[in-house]
């Protein structure tokens, strides 16, 4: 390409498509994202040595409040069904959080 001022104005226009594609893109991929339970709780699970049972917890966190599909409960009440379950990371309690919670 010519490096004049048309050349140079093509170039600029193309990184600014590029950018706005990237853009678009990253807003796309955090759709896909499910939101945190709770940013407190999200930092907690996260510091957390993993395995980690259901009972261990409901001991730590059974207070903190998650939302549900009928309002919000502590994290006890929604553990309650559970027994004996062991989970290997942050993400493995967060999802079977939300399936007990239906989010």
Do not use: C, W
């Not at 600014?16 to 709770?38: F, G, K, M, T, W």
């Not at 553990?79 to 493995?92: G, K, Q």
């Amino acid at each position: 390409m010519a490096d004049d001022k048309k050349g140079r104005n093509k170039q600029a226009d193309d990184e600014e498509r590029r950018q706005r594609e990237r853009e678009l893109q990253e807003a796309r991929e955090r759709n896909d994202e499910p939101e945190p339970i709770d940013p407190a709780l999200d930092d907690e699970l996260e510091n957390r040595e993993y395995p980690t049972t259901a009972d261990e917890l409901v001991g730590a966190h059974g207070d903190r409040e998650v939302d549900t599909r009928d309002g919000s409960k502590p994290l006890e009440d929604v553990f309650a069904p559970i027994e004996d379950e062991s989970y290997d990371s942050a993400d493995a309690v967060r999802a079977r959080i939300r399936e007990l919670t239906d989010h």
